[in-house]
């Protein structure tokens, strides 16, 4: 296993967010967190990435507990893609995304030439590279979020978590971004709302409902009219044609 949480909690304010939740997490498959706003998704993100401390339980990058590990170690295995990303200064693109190097370099030292070149093939990869000299501050969502990956890329990490990828982009920016995502060299684990992308784009779903692990699964297995109700307190129906899976929404309940 590449990412382990083994019976993780995690509490706010004394209540609890995320509650003992297993999972496992296969090497190359791409896992779909899926569940109601306040299900816990971002929450066990942030757990998975170690940068939040658990209240018990552990969380395991490799055999390693994540939470004995350095920051500097984790970046170098592990890239995290947030729901938005602001900046203070004005950076270029070409800074934005050579910040992923940052884990790989000796503290204040310049980009090397093998950074450089790294910066390039993860704009190329993710087709930025006409960005790169534009300010970060100008771009469309759909673009930032393809520099925030570029970025993650950069980092050349074998782990790649996102939360809400897709959170504010058209039909055409989500499909794009997703298909990028899948073609990653890279274990993904991120958190979605749209049951159909989900099941389109990902190996596994793991559905959380109040802080736990209601389903895990294929989509075909797990994404059913029952559990739809039960979770999204939505009545559905479910196809699947051409082996994917297909929600219709009918009504709430």
Not at 8 to 34: F, H, N
Not at 128 to 151: K, P
Not at 171 to 193: I, K
Request: glycine share 8%; aromatic share 2%; hydrophobic share 40%.
């Amino acid at each position: 296993m590449t990412i382990r949480a083994e019976r993780v909690s995690w509490q706010a304010g004394g209540q609890p967010i995320v509650d003992g939740v297993e999972l496992e997490v296969r090497p190359g498959s791409t896992v779909g967190l899926l569940g109601p706003n306040g299900s816990g998704k971002s929450s066990l993100l942030r757990l998975l990435a170690g940068v939040r401390s658990t209240s018990s339980g552990v969380v395991r990058l490799g055999e390693q507990d994540v939470a004995r590990l350095s920051r500097r170690s984790v970046a170098r295995r592990l890239a995290v893609v947030d729901q938005e990303v602001t900046a203070d200064t004005e950076p270029s693109v070409r800074d934005v995304i050579g910040l992923g190097r940052l884990p790989h370099r000796p503290s204040w030292s310049p980009m090397s030439a093998e950074d450089r070149d790294v910066v390039e093939r993860s704009a190329t990869t993710t087709r930025t590279q006409h960005l790169l000299d534009r300010r970060y501050s100008t771009l469309s969502g759909g673009e930032r979020q393809r520099v925030q990956i570029a970025r993650a890329l950069a980092q050349e990490p074998t782990e790649l978590l996102l939360d809400e990828p897709t959170n504010h982009l058209d039909v055409r920016h989500q499909l794009e971004l997703l298909e990028l995502v899948a073609s990653a060299d890279t274990t993904t684990v991120m958190a979605l709302h749209d049951l159909n992308l989900a099941a389109a784009h990902c190996d596994v779903v793991v559905v959380l409902h109040e802080g736990r692990v209601r389903a895990t699964g294929p989509p075909a297995d797990v994404i059913e009219p029952s559990l739809i109700a039960e979770v999204y307190d939505v009545e559905a129906t479910v196809t699947i044609e051409a082996g994917t899976t297909h929600v219709r929404y009918v009504r709430p309940l």
